[in-house]
């Protein structure tokens, strides 16, 4: 089932609103007119883009660390991202949570948090609540995540309960200085999906139809009753954090590859297919241009915090 | 009034609570069936529920802290029951770093109205890692809340109050207390969370304290009585945030404090209340603050080391003839 | 590698070493004599007997909180074992940890623990000192316990630094009240270990023979070099703890049959092969009789603590 | 005398331990190689040392949690670098229930000689998972021990001293402090577990402090002298189990005293020293024993609301002129 003409433009262009939005928050880092931890995904943005033209809009998301490109994706308020970066009252957490916890919940995103594999036994909670009124959680994590011992927690009480969880790994062979190879027993993280008796794949994670396809047939599997399936996708990030940018194609030629753009290569694609010309090209490239744009005003034109702001904001009822 | 076990008026509270509300759920280790969890306080439950409400798990507690978590943050009611308090060691991030942070960092739009339910397995011949007591290590954690009820009324009206909740509660129960009978009447109540409960008034003396610790101050008060000692039994109920007001005013009345629990001395949930004590209301004070708590020892399995540090009633009357000397 | 007949009658004078102690503890602690928090291993005693012929005495013993068949299995302090749960000072722990908490590092055996799954991440660090020792570890657990993420973590870890660990599962599909079809995905907990690209095997935990095999093969592999292996297995417990005796074969009849009684299987196994005969039978019974009765001599003999014993070792300097 | 900064201090502290001992070695995440962890503690000790006492891990801090039990009980002297404090939340089990009661409950048999070393990442535009400060946590487990250095000299001589101790250590540092410069004799040395210092000399009013604290109370101190008040600056270092000798003598001296401390106030550290002096030398004091401590608020990532919610050298100078007023 692949994705129509229409659906995979829509992919191209979410993926370059991550691209353009990410090159822009380092762009701006550098420069400190932003601050902050910020985590991109550059390089990583066929995942997101493919996997929000799969779950449904009522369907819930929950990511880790490196969740701005699924926020995007998923449609969460653009502009307040803008807002938030520059810690802005308008921000999507009123400037609190910066990159790391971009939450969006009237798209039912939570794309943020820092404890590397907490969203895992956070989605299994968000399971039972999608099973109870028939939706699915799309729940994703670093190849990293997966060696925390709650990872494993997850996926044995999502099986035993059939949750409705696609788990997906967004493999980056990276966890800040380590490599796999130092820390990650086994070939394939989707081996780990056996032990509990689920479905797990592995597909490559720069390959927009690769990882469209897969991820439709667990989804429908899912939704089907089959239970919790894992999907792996095998991908490079371009940089760490944006206060660690040796990675980024302006440093490393092989960057430039398209094998290692997954934006470029999905561009040749649908170049190729006859699907992407160059005016609709320009058309979407203005599009995000000027969401960027939109976005940007509306950040800046947000009123910076009160220092006391939120202070009265711990609890959610006066005690 | 009707009379109730502690267990029954704690289940009835949550039975309540699932009939009023559908995204009400239980889940936990063992819970389930005519067994209800080690300590049957679910008991039925699933019968009545189902096994879609009254969730069994595997012994994963670090999935059920990101549970209660998710299950909140995504609109539902999740109730946890960790199968003991020295447990609580395995939940500390879920209720720390995620649970107590996500309204504030949600810039306010996500509550997280979940309970994580436990028992502080005391006074039992069981070695350290049965009968901890892990209530001090949620005290610093701001967003979370700490309810610790010492009677069957309380228990009721406050897992209710819990339940409602918007904000992540941990409520602690005391396994001596289970069997405890007590007034709870038949028509609906609800316990505010945050408000301390006067247990007995009294005018030399204040004894502040919580769970147990409410029984052996309310023993230690009628034997003062016989003495000519008036002591006010203050039951904080809500651990955090604590009631300051309630506080404030029985210190100043009394003018002696002594704060007792049965957790460790050291760096227990007693160190906050005296601290707040010695900033706030020192000049109401006409004696040292004393802390009556275990001692700084793990707990052996073994009654007579079990004795020797541990305490009850007769240390609360020994604290209090201190200070009253 | 068949044990020898000299080993299989140690195996069977351990196993009745196991059954004779924790029937007597039974006993003690329904008449009141002893008491607090005790978890038997009746019906599981292959496991440990055999295992103890299989690892040597410079190795290390780690097991979670079903450990007392092992403790005994081991060679440890037996007259210590009853002195502790006489709650006396000659105790093994000195009347403190009690049942669940046995330990006697001059054996290298921590046999004790009370936070389920624990011991995973234990045994892995003594991992790392019998990698340095030239030694290797023997971790035990229930299967309830491979639910707990730190097994995952610790599988992960060792099998990543190729730390020399035998990972034994003693499987009774009972956790408390729980069943493994409630809690437990997947086939097999040995198929957990793949995920980790590390061997593993299910294997009868009632079959002294079985038991030994495997464990032997997987010993001789660990030892060269291979990394962690998982061994499973299979057994029932007759009872999950001293409060709790609704199991025994007293009230159970199927428990009667050889099958669910280790002991019973093994004992007409030798007599079969004839390394079992009625002399040698008694002869063991007999010594077996009298380690007991020497033990509880020895305990009752012991004095009790004072009450305020150990209140100045809980830090092993003074400050 | 040398002059060194405080990570350069702490690095040398553990490499001299690794020399002198084969079996002290280093685990955690990212601590290899050149990079040697988030804080370049660890820069250069795989080349020195070896991938085998240098130990590269996954994400697993439970797994790293009971590796430091695991290896101290039999025989090796484990350092753990848990990437920072906001983590500590994960091994709160191996250290509360396992490490801490190990000594005890083995009748004084098996010793648990483990350190796990973490930063407080505290003052960086991060949000709550990685600002927090997890201190309090370990101030009510027994059998524990909670250093927490403020100097390079500190560091040095205490990192030393907790490696060859031979009870679990909880060693917190700060990461404002690592670049802090300061005197680092070239001879060995060791700091004593358990004693606290005084950092500066006074008479009129005691701050008692442990980490980054302690240079805001050196700030204050240096500023109120020109305001004629005099301020004794008191070090806890070894933050449990505390020197309470040293706490009653100063107090005894100045009659007034201000605690501060990074953590969330509530709870926090600081609510057992003030505990402490409240029973045991209420009546040295002259004025109520005030807490400079973080607000009750998750760490924001925001520079602006992060000024709203934390403390500073002014915030004790404050606290100072308000009991000398
Ligand atoms: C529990 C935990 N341990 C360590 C860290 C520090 N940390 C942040 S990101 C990261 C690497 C994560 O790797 P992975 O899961 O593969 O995700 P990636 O960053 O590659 O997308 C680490 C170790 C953390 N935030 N949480
Ligand atoms: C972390 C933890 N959760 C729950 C418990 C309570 N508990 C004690 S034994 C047990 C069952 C363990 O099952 P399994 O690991 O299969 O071992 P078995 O008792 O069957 O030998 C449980 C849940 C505990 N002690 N620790
Ligand atoms: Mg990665
Ligand atoms: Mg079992």
Redesign the interface.
């Known amino acids: 089932m692949q994705p129509t003409s229409g659906e995979m433009l829509g992919i191209y262009e979410t993926m370059l609103l991550i691209r353009t939005t990410e090159l822009k928050m380092v762009e701006l880092f550098k420069k400190g007119e932003i601050?902050?931890?910020m985590l991109p995904c550059l390089g990583q943005e066929a995942i997101p883009a493919s996997l929000a033209k799969v779950y449904a809009d009522t369907d819930?998301l929950?990511t880790g660390h490196r969740g701005g490109g699924h926020y995007v994706a998923r449609g969460c308020d653009y502009n307040a991202l803008w807002a938030e970066l520059y810690?802005r009252v308008d921000?999507?957490?009123?400037?609190?949570?910066?990159?790391?916890?971009l939450?969006d919940?009237t798209k039912?995103a939570?794309t943020g948090?820092?404890?590397?594999?907490?969203q895992?036994?956070?989605?299994?909670?968000?399971?039972?609540?999608?099973?109870?009124r028939g939706v699915m959680v799309v729940a994703v994590g670093g190849e990293?995540?997966t060696?925390?011992?709650?990872?494993?927690?997850?996926?044995?009480?999502a099986?035993?309960?059939k949750l409705p969880i696609l788990y997906v790994i967004e493999y980056n062979d990276r966890?800040?200085?380590?490599v796999c190879s130092?820390?990650?027993?086994?070939?394939r993280i989707a081996?780990?999906a056996?032990?509990?008796?689920?479905e797990g794949a592995s597909v490559d994670g720069n390959d927009v139809l690769a990882i469209h396809a897969k991820a439709a047939e667990f989804v429908r599997k899912i939704r089907e009753g089959s239970g919790p399936c894992l999907l792996e996708c095998i991908t490079a990030k371009w940089t760490d954090s944006v206060s660690n940018l040796r990675n980024l194609p302006e440093n490393v030629e092989a960057m430039k590859k398209p094998d290692f753009d997954p934006v470029l290569r999905f561009e040749t694609r649908l170049r190729i297919d006859g699907v992407l010309t160059d005016s609709l090209d320009l058309q979407i490239k203005e599009n995000v241009r000027q969401k960027l744009q939109g976005a940007l005003s509306f950040a800046l034109a947000s009123p910076?915090?009160?220092?006391?702001?939120?202070?009265d904001?711990?609890?959610?009822?006066p005690? | 009034m009707r009379q109730m076990k502690f267990v029954d008026a704690l289940r009835e509270g949550m039975i309540e609570e699932m009939r009023r509300d559908p995204d009400v759920f239980q889940i936990g280790e063992a819970i389930g069936g005519m067994q209800g969890g080690i300590f049957g306080v679910t008991k039925g439950l699933e019968e009545e529920f189902g096994k879609d409400r009254v969730i069994e798990t595997a012994i994963s507690e670090g999935a059920l802290g990101g549970v209660a978590v998710g299950a909140a943050a995504f609109g539902m009611r999740p109730v946890v029951e960790i199968m003991f308090g020295s447990l609580m060691t395995l939940v500390v991030d879920e209720v720390h770093n995620q649970a107590g942070s996500l309204y504030y960092v949600s810039g306010g739009k996500i509550p997280c109205p979940m309970v994580i339910r436990t028992c502080n397995w005391m006074r039992i011949i069981s070695g350290p890692h049965h009968c901890g007591n892990l209530d001090a290590t949620f005290m610093n954690s701001p967003g979370v809340k700490l309810v610790i009820p010492s009677t069957p009324y309380d228990a009721k009206g406050l897992i209710k109050a819990s339940i409602r909740d918007n904000d992540p509660v941990v409520f602690m129960e005391y396994s001596p207390l289970y069997t405890l009978k007590g007034d709870v009447p038949e028509e609906e109540y609800i316990v505010p969370i945050g408000k301390a409960d006067i247990k007995r008034e009294g005018k030399d003396v204040t004894v502040i304290t919580y769970g147990v610790g409410v029984h052996d101050a309310l023993g230690a008060a009628e034997e003062l009585e016989k003495e000519g000692v008036s002591v006010e039994v203050l039951d904080l109920r809500t651990v955090l945030p604590y009631d300051k007001d309630a506080i404030r005013k029985s210190v100043a009345k009394t003018s002696r404090v002594v704060i007792t629990y049965e957790g460790y001395k050291t760096g227990g949930i007693g160190a906050e209340i005296a601290a707040f004590i010695a900033e706030e209301c020192i000049e109401d004070l006409s004696a040292p603050i004393l802390r009556v708590a275990g001692k700084d020892v793990p707990c052996p399995s073994n009654r007579r080391l079990i004795e020797g540090i541990s305490i009850g009633m007769k240390d609360v009357v020994d604290a209090i003839r201190k200070l009253m000397a």
């Open positions: 601050e902050g931890h819930y929950v810690g921000g999507v957490t009123k400037g609190r949570g910066g990159q790391i916890h939450m919940m039912k939570m948090n820092a404890v590397v594999g907490q895992w036994g956070i989605a299994t909670g968000a399971g039972f609540v999608a099973r109870k990293g995540s060696n925390r011992g709650v990872f494993h927690e997850s996926l044995n009480m099986a035993v309960q966890q800040m200085w380590n130092e820390t990650t027993a086994g070939e081996t780990r056996l032990a509990y008796g689920m910076v915090p009160d220092r006391y702001d939120g202070i904001e711990v609890y959610s009822q005690v």
